[in-house]
C-alpha cells in the first residue's frame, strides 16, 4: 500500500495564503483515496473516533491527514476570524503574530 509522502511539514503561520488553500485541495484528495481504501478494506463503517484509537497503516495515515487539515483549518480561522471560509481568499494577508 502507498503511503502519502506529501503531507506538508512547513508550519501554517509561515504559509502564504495561496500554498494554505493548495495543501488543502491536495489533503482533501488524498483523503478521499483513503476513505476508498478503508471502504475496500471492510472499514467504511468505522467511526473517525474508532480509527484515530488504532495504529494499523490505514489509521496511521488518517490520523496524519486529519491532523494536518485541522492544523491548516485553524490557521485560516486565526487568520480570517468569525465565520472564516473553507478557503483563504487569494492573497489573504500572512499572520502578523506568533501563537503561545
Not at 25 to 40: C, G, V, Y
Request: hydrophobic share 30%; proline share 4%; with cysteine.
Amino acid at each position: 500500500m502507498k503511503t502519502f509522502s506529501n503531507i506538508g511539514k512547513t508550519n501554517p503561520e509561515e504559509m502564504a495564503s495561496g500554498k494554505i488553500n493548495k495543501e488543502l485541495d491536495n489533503l482533501e484528495a488524498q483523503s478521499e483515496i483513503l476513505t476508498d481504501r478503508f471502504i475496500a478494506s471492510g472499514r467504511g463503517f468505522e467511526k473517525s473516533s474508532e480509527t484515530m484509537e488504532k495504529s494499523d497503516p490505514l489509521a496511521v495515515q488518517y490520523k496524519e491527514i486529519q491532523e494536518r487539515l485541522a492544523a491548516l483549518r485553524h490557521e485560516i480561522c486565526l487568520r480570517y476570524g468569525l465565520g472564516a471560509p473553507r478557503r483563504l481568499p487569494f492573497r489573504f494577508k500572512k499572520r502578523t503574530w506568533k501563537s503561545s
